[in-house]
């Protein structure tokens, strides 16, 4: 594809507005997009890619270019990162920027510091530096800068997963049922599901495999009382709700009322019919407090660094800082308390996180059970083996790694209330 000066120039307005980072990098760009509605799909699909491109590896451009303006971050990008060759993009260059890219383009990547190899912010790298070798963050690093996947979750109430396999190869879309989760289809193209039949009529609908993984350690039942503490927009609300075939009672609460509406039209779709979802003030809210010790099974996705889906959101790099760990442990701690008083005797409580940070998952576990003597750790990796799955390096926590397991980064630690 040749790139012209509109496009060049589209790109670069673009990355003057997402890269100060004041708001999410999706909601920038889609208003950006609102604001450009002359841009065809082609010119869209080019501006999104290389801003996001831009962002996953910010560090490596910035350190590159002369004056890391707009400009240079989305030339550097294009060549360096997308791979986009001078030829293809020459008309739209200065005769300065075009001798400075072809010196760009034959520097290797091997010599740069690690730091910026990585492209991850310092105080990052050195808390990872607690938890795994350089290689092993190399690794991880690496893998994060790579674009995810699209990964769907099969509504088992509407159709087995081999019929939508089916269903996609008619339709001429590679789609492969995912490794571990045994719901779960991984698309190799990224269509636009949005008016495709089997995501209107709620027959499958957008979860990553790790997502998925996470939603299988509650193993909820038939006719259970269940809650989902952090729903968000419901992604594991959906899939339990599923696993319990429509039947019992889920309460889906979160404090945010929008994420909430979000869920909306997803359970709309998804035929269900005992999910209950609940705004709450926060954790010690009077809805969450009448539940005490009558649920069955709780789930705790607590809200935190997201650095395990730097994969999708790579802006998170810049816009999460090392003192927001503290303030979030906080939360977690209380969500994870407030929820624990929800659990009746014999039940189960599930901590998850999409953090890479054992401040936020192993610590808070931790803690916890010194704190609650009336719960004890159940080894993920039990759970996974009676579901039938073997998760590579689960054994009492789960801990999907993208470089590992080809996920998003996800946390999560089984616990059992004692008695019956
Ligand atoms: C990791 S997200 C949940 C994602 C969701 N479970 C899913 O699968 O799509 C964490 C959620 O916790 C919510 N949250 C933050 N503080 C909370 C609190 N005190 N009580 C309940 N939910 C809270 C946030 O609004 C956010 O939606």
Redesign the pocket.
């Known amino acids: 594809m040749q790139i012209g000066k509109p496009q060049l120039e589209s790109i670069v307005q673009a990355l003057t507005v997402i890269l100060p980072a004041r708001q999410p990098a999706d909601a920038t760009l889609h208003h950006f997009f609102r604001e450009h509605k002359n841009l065809g799909s082609r010119d869209r699909a080019l501006i999104a890619d290389t801003v996001y491109a831009a962002l996953r590896r910010r560090r490596y451009l910035e350190h590159v270019t002369p004056g890391a303006t707009p400009r240079e971050i989305a030339l550097a990008a294009l060549v360096k990162v997308q791979g986009v060759g001078i030829g293809q993009i020459e008309s739209a260059l200065t005769p300065t920027e075009k001798a400075w890219l072809v010196t760009l383009k034959s520097e290797p990547a091997e010599a740069l510091p690690f730091e910026v190899q990585a492209d991850l912010p310092d105080w990052v790298i050195a808390l990872l530096r607690k938890q795994y070798s350089d290689e092993e963050i190399l690794a991880l690093a690496r893998s994060l800068q790579q674009p995810a996947p699209l990964d769907l979750r099969v509504n088992s109430l509407k159709a087995p997963r081999e019929a939508v396999l089916e269903k996609f190869d008619r339709d001429n879309i590679v789609a492969v049922p995912t490794k571990l989760a045994p719901w779960g289809v991984r698309l190799r193209e990224k269509p636009a599901l949005n008016k495709y039949v089997l995501f209107t009529e709620g027959v499958v609908e957008v979860q990553d495999e790790g997502?998925q993984l996470l939603g299988l350690l509650m193993e909820p039942r038939r006719g259970e009382m269940i809650v989902?503490?952090?729903?968000?927009?419901?992604?594991?609300?959906l899939q339990m709700g599923a696993a319990m075939a429509s039947q019992g009672r889920l309460y889906a609460?979160?404090?945010?009322e929008k994420?909430l509406t979000n869920l909306g039209p997803r359970l709309k779709r998804s035929g269900l019919s005992n999910v209950h979802p609940q705004r709450?003030a926060?954790?010690n809210d009077a809805k969450v407090k009448r539940l005490r010790g009558k649920i069955d099974r709780v789930l705790v996705?607590?809200?935190?660094t997201g650095l395990g889906t730097l994969r999708r959101n790579p802006d998170l790099k810049m816009r999460q800082v090392e003192t927001a760990v503290a303030e979030l442990n906080v939360?977690q701690r209380?969500?994870l308390d407030a929820a624990a008083a929800l659990v009746k005797p014999g039940g189960r409580l599930v901590y998850g996180t999409?953090s890479l940070l054992e401040a936020e998952n192993e610590a808070i576990v931790t803690a916890f059970l010194a704190s609650h003597p009336d719960f004890k750790l159940v080894p993920a990796k039990d759970v996974f083996a009676r579901i039938g799955i073997e998760v590579e390096g689960t054994g009492d926590y789960m801990h999907l790694l993208p470089h590992r397991h080809d996920t998003d980064g996800f946390f999560a630690a089984v616990l059992q209330r004692e008695g019956k």
């Open positions: 997502s989902d503490f952090c729903a968000g927009a419901g992604g594991k609300t609460f979160d404090i945010s994420r709450i926060n954790e996705d607590a809200p935190c939360k209380n969500i999409c």
